[in-house]
């Protein structure tokens, strides 16, 4: 928890609403809350901004070497290891041209089958602790056998099947021993050298990093209000740390959370109660792992389903449903009826303007490496396919590292 911080204020109330909805039956108890409620009665302590690591660090039993690099790099991008040799990792994971991610709503593979979930880009995969939406996978040398085994991503019929396809290229018999010693292949070891790969896409070059390691000018005046406000309604109680994750071990908080913690209303309509992740019980919401926030511009859409395109409307859900913040147009103000105690309780709630939205999602840009972002832009056709960011405003504000141009915004604006 070192780089917990600032509880007070809506922390206390946030905690309080938890509250609420255990005595209500509304919700199960996950181990995702704990964490919450624990972290409010923590005194105050400012909370620390924290740039990327440049490294991975690598597990004692996969050590990395230029060979195991090299060797993962070949086996993410070859479609031998799907069931009709027309899927890679990369082809749903496009790291050499696209934002590690598919850009789709949900995946699609082997057949054309189109999964049930939205694909979360492999970039800084290395720092996080669980893997998978609802964190089922505890490292990435497990995560990476599951799509090659899984029938409508890969769907070899074994792990031997594998080894079989891997052994009958010489290259790659060579590589096995040059990666790990001796020449033996094993479905493990084709998992480890993935692993070793995918440790080495880091990209701690965001206008964010650049700040927080002393480039004052890094981050725009929106930027840094968003920055601000990423803090102080909360959004770090969950993203927290330079993962922008509680499920990152740079952070030590509590990967699992539940979804939608309020106002599940919100997210019927997107289908997101249908899917409820880690939470195996007969009900109760969803239980997710927290995603990294980092280049989050780049892997539009959103959510575990992919059903939210637009940047701003993801943050105006996560206002709403995970801090019970009022947006634009409602209340500050609710009321809270504790049908078990019989009690109805009234409190003000944080709101968040059009503007505090638009500077959450300014901030958010600053969270994209450069080098990934523009590449990513480049080759994007035209304007029309940055319409996830209209309302940012003119076209190149906050992308990939461009300051918009001097405004009067300063942090500590208040709104009229
Ligand atoms: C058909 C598309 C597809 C293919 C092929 C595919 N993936 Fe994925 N990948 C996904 C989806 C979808 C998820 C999320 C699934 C879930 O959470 O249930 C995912 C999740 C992951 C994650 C976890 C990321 C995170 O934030 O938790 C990693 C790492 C990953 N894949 C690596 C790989 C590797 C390595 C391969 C090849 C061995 C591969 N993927 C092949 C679609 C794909
Ligand atoms: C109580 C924990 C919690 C808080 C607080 C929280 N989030 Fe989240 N956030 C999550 C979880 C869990 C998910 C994954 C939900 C899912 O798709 O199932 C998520 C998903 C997201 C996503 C989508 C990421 C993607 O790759 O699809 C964005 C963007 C986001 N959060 C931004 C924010 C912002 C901005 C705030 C503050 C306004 C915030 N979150 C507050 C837990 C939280």
Redesign the pocket.
Known sequence: MRDRGNQSGLGVAAAGLLVFAALAGAAPAPAGDAGVVAAGASPPRAYRWVALPRVVPSPPENPANPAKLALGRRL?NDPR?SRDGT???A???DVARGAGD?ARP????VGRQR?A????T?WN?GF?SV????GRAAS?EA??QA??LNPV??GLPSGHEAVRRVSAVAAYRTAFRDAFGDGRISFARIAQA?AAY?RSLVTADAPYDRFVRGDAGALDAAQLRGMALFESIGCVRCHAGPMFSDASALTGGNPLRIFPANHASMAAPLGLLADRGANRATAGPGVW?V??LRNVALTAPYF?NGAVADLHQAVRLMAATQLDVALAGEAPRAHYWLSATQVLRRRGRAQLSARDVDDIVAFLHALSGEALCARVRAREPGPASVAIDTETGPAGAHRCGVVTPATQRTIGDQEP
């Open positions: 993410f290891l899927v890679s990792c082809s749903c994971h598919d949900t995946a699609v593979g999964g979930r939205n694909t979360p492999v995969a996080l893997l998978f939406w609802d990435l995560q990476a799509p090659i991503e890969m993935i995918e792992r995603p990294s575990h």
